[in-house]
């Protein structure tokens, strides 16, 4: 590996260390948990829209876990600002893996996605297509 994922690499370190955006929002539109089982990494996710419903003004997450869910979850929240909840819809495992800038091990994937699977879930919740009551779980 190249100078450019050594970059990354500290990318993802500060993220870990200095996330962005961790905390609480007062009133958000949406809130949801999800977890990684097979790590151990808990991420919540509350999200504020516009009046119109379809824009993410604010996100904020909580949690612990590994260095990359966190990571994750902090470089997500930076990239969610201003995206359309049909934007968020239509994120994918590769746009995470590509957002991180490392190659993510099979086992680590699981890791990398649950913030955003969680904003997503959070989401349909919000718009009636997921039960409340259910929880995120990144292991099948």
């Given at each position: 590996?190249?100078?450019?994922?050594?970059?990354?690499?500290?990318?993802?370190?500060?993220?870990?260390?200095?996330?962005?955006?961790?905390?609480e929002l007062e009133d958000p539109d949406f809130t949801h948990v999800g977890e990684n089982p097979s790590c151990g990494d808990t991420i919540r996710m509350e999200v504020d829209l516009d009046d119109a419903g379809e824009t993410i003004e604010a996100v904020?997450?909580?949690?612990?876990?590994?260095?990359?869910?966190?990571?994750?979850?902090?470089m997500l929240s930076e990239r969610l600002h201003g995206m359309s909840v049909d934007e968020l819809d239509a994120l994918?495992?590769?746009?995470?893996?590509?957002?991180?800038?490392?190659?993510?091990?099979?086992?680590?994937?699981?890791c990398?996605?649950?913030?955003?699977?969680v904003a997503q879930d959070g989401s349909k919740i919000h718009r009636g297509e997921l039960d409340p009551d259910d929880r995120t779980i990144t292991e099948e």
């Open positions: 590996m190249g100078l450019g994922s050594d970059m990354y690499r500290q990318q993802i370190l500060d993220h870990y260390k200095n996330p962005r955006n961790y905390g904020r997450f909580t949690g612990d876990g590994c260095a990359i869910s966190m990571a994750s979850a902090s994918d495992t590769d746009d995470v893996t590509e957002m991180l800038g490392v190659d993510i091990s099979p086992m680590r994937v699981k990398a996605v649950l913030g955003r699977q």
